[in-house]
């Protein structure tokens, strides 16, 4: 393979949420995110219209990237229109616009639910880390999320990015982190033990303090020393 060439990303509808799941973010309205849906919506013969879309479950699609298709009413008459006509004509969204412009005879929706096993990597998720990690990640570039395995992040791997907010902040701000490494640990002890442990902000915390600091994601509620630990190592990237 040339390595002068990019490798283009192939998108792919792996399922379909609702609106205001916000576990997906925003895709991008490209051509191939738009052929992707398109594909899929002739595949099952699926329609609907753009109120639909916005006020129904199930009916947002999900892209192999972990992003959420989510169109303007317009915007998803337009999609159904290439889905149907491969082509663009200036008024055609409107066929679509909303459900009152089909017969009823034509409805189909898709089934809710998202196949995250069919995610391809790099990835985007979102999630919550602790306050003063956000902000090291934020203001350093750098840092180390620890969380107990009963919360393990599924189906995320290294060079997946993350979406992450602080839990507590009052004001909604986000900040992107790409993962570098994850490492896994049997027990809590074999996390304290090891020198990974030594580079977190959880040195200096002894006794219950330390556990509950190890399970960040659920406030005061300790790992137990059968729980086993995940650690992820972030770095900011910008988007």
Known sequence: MDENKEKKLTYKVVGWT???????????????????????????GYCFGGDAHQ????????LNTGQAVRCSMREWGGVMAWATFNDHYSLDYMGWYTNSCIYEEDLKYPTEGVDENLFTHPHYFKTGI????FEKLKNEGKVIDVIASYDELCNIDVSDIGVLWAYNSTVYEVVYGQITKITRFNSPQEFINSDLFKETDLVGLEGEELMEAINSS?????????????????ERVEE
């Open 55 to 62: 006020r129904y479950d199930g009916c947002v699609p999900v």
């Open 18 to 44: 609702w609106w205001s799941n916000y576990d997906y973010i925003d895709a991008p309205l490209t051509d191939d995110v738009i052929e992707a849906v398109a594909e899929e919506i002739r595949e099952h």
């Open 130 to 133: 602790t306050d003063s990690r």
């Open 218 to 234: 659920r406030n005061h509620v300790p790992v137990t020393d059968e729980d086993a630990i995940t650690v992820y190592q972030y």
